[in-house]
């Protein structure tokens, strides 16, 4: 993040603030680009080739993605400097200075930010969180050392674990000060910015060279004042930083005070001024980095060194061991292995894939195409339903005195038909040929045949469906893989939504840091009560802080639910420094609950 001044100050040009920040990262290509002309040339130089290309490809992004960023939360002279660009037809000279300061900032409290929430998450951790984290997250180095301190304490039959946990309150209580200190200058340096602009608004807001003038007087007054505040800092007894020789003395050049209408005044001046304004950024980026390079929170290769090196070197076992089961060793096990799993994958396929899948189509199809044979098989059941219920209506009318009705049920028909049965089986021979036992017989032969076609036709009917539960149970796998196919897809789906703002825990973060500006400004506001001046200027840069996290997490979820422009105004007016605390807490009640993009999910 360290910027340079790329054009000297005698050109006569002034020094586009882009090109000023910009400056720094175009350094390791040029150096890169040296070093691989000097080299002689080898065979095979077509390496050092396309490694300088790759580097100046991702020198090249970094600055694109630098050039982009740009602070998001206003400027409390944002309006006034917008209506001056529409009068005069650009912005104040100033207004893309001041921005780059206040970025510059904003970076720096965001990284001190991050390194505060890891090293409270330790401080705040478990025993066996700290010991692991004094063994096994601190590097190679700092693991061999514990190591032979864990093994003295044993031969000296003390306690390996008081130790460790000591060492780690230490240690983290040391950088948390540090950090801690370093925060609230950085803060109190963002409020005074913000209450200098807002008091000479008028000044910065002019088009001509007069808001230049204006901002050379504001910085002259709050840069010495964070230069003091810095250096006692890092001079403390109480703050551990570390000292290098080049970095350690903080010293920020004075910017000229002419006065526009003065015949001092010239561009060349004007010129000179702002390369001095990214000169004092560039001393202040490498003063904070020098300061903080031992306090700050861990790389992610230092902190996960033993994970890496534990699948580093399986990863090396692994492709030692295809290497020595390939063809380059003359080995044929890998290509039978390959040629196997194909077989698999396909025989896994095609069993319970296709072939269940096909099966239950062609039922399905089959079960159609049958339709017209089952409903003539139910209307051959119906006839002979009719056919029997005749019979027996006959077969009753004949036999006895009184007719029955035509509506009743085969049940009673048939209760007759047997009481007649009966009488008539007791002569068989003589009723055989003159009586009604043949009658009776024909009909128990036609009520049989109508329990078998019902008794075929709902066997039929089963075994149909047996088919096709047989065939769906062979798919099972096929349908778990779609299952878990899906799932993959709604987690890729909640995750692309969560990163767009619209998931739940996007809203979850949003509201989080809302509850969190309330907090900050709270605390600001008792310490205006108390009349704690220093402390109340750093409550109130924090609260700019964490106002401009929320303005950057909140801003694209906003335009889409049309609520941007006037949640916009509700935020700037919080960041203005001339509105008061109990009006700023009236804006935050508005904010939780008149903007949908705010409130916490209830899922």
């Given amino acids: 993040m360290a910027t340079s001044p790329p054009r000297s100050p005698n050109s006569g040009d002034r020094p586009d603030t882009a090109d000023l920040a910009l400056a720094a990262p175009a350094q390791p290509a040029r150096i890169w680009n040296s070093l691989v002309a000097r080299l002689p040339t080898l065979p095979n130089s077509l390496l050092l080739v396309a490694a300088s290309d790759l580097l100046r490809r991702l020198l090249a992004v970094r600055r694109r993605r630098r050039r982009r960023r740009r602070p998001a939360l206003p400027l409390p002279i944002y309006d006034d400097a917008a209506s001056s660009a529409r009068v005069s037809g650009e912005m104040p000279k100033a207004f893309a200075i001041l921005e780059d300061i206040v970025q510059h900032t904003l970076s720096d409290l965001h990284s001190i930010q991050k390194s505060l929430l890891y090293w409270k998450s330790k401080a705040e951790g478990t025993n066996s969180h700290k010991m692991y984290f004094m063994m096994f997250e601190r590097g190679p180095r700092a693991f061999l050392e514990a190591t032979c301190q864990t093994l003295t304490r044993l031969r000296s039959n003390g306690s390996p674990s008081e130790y460790l946990l000591g060492s780690a309150s230490d240690i983290v209580s040391v950088k948390l000060a540090v950090l801690t200190n370093m925060q609230h200058r950085l803060a109190a340096f963002l409020a005074e910015v913000y209450s200098e602009v807002d008091k000479c608004r008028e000044g910065l807001t002019e ?102 090196t534990c699948g580093a070197i399986g990863l090396s ?78 077969f009753c009318e004949q036999t006895s005195k009184e007719k029955p009705a035509q509506d009743a049920s085969l049940q009673e028909l048939l209760e007759i038909v047997m009481k007649r049965y009966e009488k008539e089986s007791m002569h068989p021979i003589q009723n055989l040929f003159s009586g009604e036992l043949a009658r009776a017989m024909l009909i128990q032969v036609q009520k049989l045949k109508l329990d078998l076609q019902e008794a075929m036709l709902e ?68 310490c205006m009560i108390n009349e704690m001046d220093e402390e109340a200027s750093c409550k109130f840069g924090l609260t700019l802080y964490t106002l401009d996290r929320l303005y950057k997490a909140v801003e694209v979820h906003a335009k889409e639910t049309g609520e941007w422009s006037s949640l916009r105004d509700d935020m700037f007016n919080l960041a203005k420094p001339n509105v008061g605390v109990a009006d700023k807490l009236d804006v935050l009640k508005g904010l939780k609950w008149n903007y949908a993009c705010l409130r916490p999910s209830l899922s």
């Avoid at 909640?494 to 767009?500: K, L, P, S």
């Fill in 459 to 526: 066997l039929d009917q089963i075994l149909k469906a047996n088919e096709i539960n047989f065939a769906i149970l062979a798919a099972l796998p096929a349908f778990g893989l779609l299952l878990l196919l899906l799932f993959l897809v709604r987690a890729w789906a909640m995750h692309d939504q969560g990163a767009e703002g619209r998931g739940r825990i996007a809203r979850h973060q949003r509201w989080q840091l809302l509850i969190e500006v309330e907090r900050r400004l709270k605390e600001f506001k008792k």
């Fill in 207 to 308: 088009s001509s060279d007069k808001s230049l003038h204006t901002l050379f007087l504001i910085l002259n007054t709050v840069f010495p004042k964070l230069e003091v505040s810095l250096t006692n800092a890092s001079e403390g007894q109480t703050l551990s930083f570390t000292h290098d020789e080049n970095s350690s003395q903080l010293i920020f050049e004075r910017l000229p005070e002419v006065d526009v209408e003065s015949p001092q005044w010239s561009e060349a001046l004007a010129t000179d001024a702002i390369s001095l304004i990214y000169q004092n950024l560039q001393k202040l980026d490498s003063f904070i980095s020098s300061q903080l390079s031992s306090h700050k929170k861990p790389r992610n290769m230092t902190i996960y060194w033993l994970p890496y």
């Fill in 317 to 394: 076992a692994c492709s030692l061991w295809l290497l020595r089961h390939s063809s380059l060793m003359g080995s044929s096990d890998m290509d039978n292995w390959i040629q196997d799993a194909k077989e698999s994958v396909a025989g896994f396929w095609d069993e319970h894939v296709e072939r269940p899948i096909i099966s239950i189509r062609d039922e399905l199809f089959e079960t159609f195409k049958r339709t017209d044979k089952r409903v003539m098989e139910r209307e051959e059941v119906q006839l002979t339903e009719e056919s029997l219920h005749r019979m027996l209506i006959t």
